[in-house]
């Protein structure tokens, strides 16, 4: 079974407006909620593309219950541990200058609360399970959380994706989890300097896994494409020539459909999450990729061993 956590989920609302002008009445032309947090999303994604998995996450107030409400919609399968702050909204707003976003810092999670987390894990977690730890923490929650959640995960047998940046990537990879997914920017940032070709990211790559007993690292280029970087290959995907509407997301679709798919080989996998993380900037606002796009894109990415 496939589990993911998201310790920091959020409801995103999304604005369209003309433009913004300085002290004077904006009209909003439209608004549209979306159920959020680098977790839910893979889930979301993993039952776009005809999966089964488990969305664990923090909820709690009326946002909270929204979210559940459209996960239900959706068919996707959740767990919820129920907190007693109000889970955050974030705000998008699209105008025909582009897109601005506004995040929310969210509520402080009481200790009990923490600990519950684990306990749930636990449960319902089995050895031979693969789980996808993603996202930011809820504030005043120590990245050293992610070290013990990992670690605990491991011992248990359960197979770990993790995604997240900076000291919270840092403090999870003690936890030895198997695959991490950074982007450009949070990989540079791990490995303290800029990057300039794809045979830096490969030797780089190579240091990383070694140094924390990784299985592989999925690495997303943004415009650049994307990289595949395990002990014995590395593979290189060409970016796909789209219009982009919409940026948010493509990640965790292209996390989504490799996890999804890993079953049919690391070379495979890798193409249906470069067709997913393009499908995904195809649509609009927060909304993620969808299947018959990604089908079609399948045949038209083109992958290189580096």
Not at 190 to 208: M, P, Y
Not at 271 to 296: F, H, Q, S, Y
């Amino acid at each position: 079974m496939i589990f993911t956590l998201t310790m920091n989920p959020c409801l995103d609302r999304y604005l369209y407006v003309d433009k913004l002008v300085l002290d004077d009445t904006i009209r909003v032309k439209n608004v549209v909620d979306y159920p959020a947090g680098k977790g839910i999303d893979v889930s979301r994604v993993i039952k776009e593309l005809g999966g089964v998995s488990v969305a664990i996450s923090l909820l709690g107030g009326e946002t909270g219950r929204r979210i559940e409400e459209m996960l239900d919609k959706e068919g996707v399968i959740y767990s919820t541990i129920r907190v007693e702050v109000e889970t955050r909204t974030n705000i998008i707003m699209e105008t025909k200058e582009g897109q601005y976003r506004f995040s929310m810092p969210g509520e402080k999670i009481s200790k009990k609360k923490l600990q519950v987390i684990l306990e749930v894990l636990n449960a319902i977690v089995r050895e031979g399970d693969v789980i996808i730890i993603s996202g930011s923490l809820p504030k005043g929650v120590s990245p050293d959380f992610y070290t013990g959640i990992i670690f605990a995960l491991k011992q248990w047998g359960v197979y770990v994706y993790f995604d997240a940046d900076g000291e919270k990537l840092k403090a999870g990879l003690l936890g030895n989890p198997d695959v991490i997914k950074p982007n450009e920017h949070e990989f540079q940032r791990l490995v303290g300097k800029k990057l300039k070709s794809l045979e830096d990211f490969k030797v780089e790559g190579k240091k990383i896994l070694k140094r924390f007993n990784l299985k592989e690292i999925l690495l997303t280029l943004g415009g650049k494409g994307a990289m595949l970087v395990s002990e014995d290959e590395c593979y290189y995907a060409k970016p796909l020539d789209v219009e982009v509407k919409s940026a948010v997301g493509a990640g965790d679709s292209f996390l989504a459909a490799y996890v999804l798919k890993r079953e049919l080989g690391r070379k495979e996998a890798f193409r249906w999450a470069n067709a997913a993380g393009t499908a995904a900037v195809m649509t609009p606002g927060t909304e993620l990729c969808k299947k018959e796009d990604v089908i079609d894109l399948l045949n038209m990415v083109e992958i290189s061993e580096i």
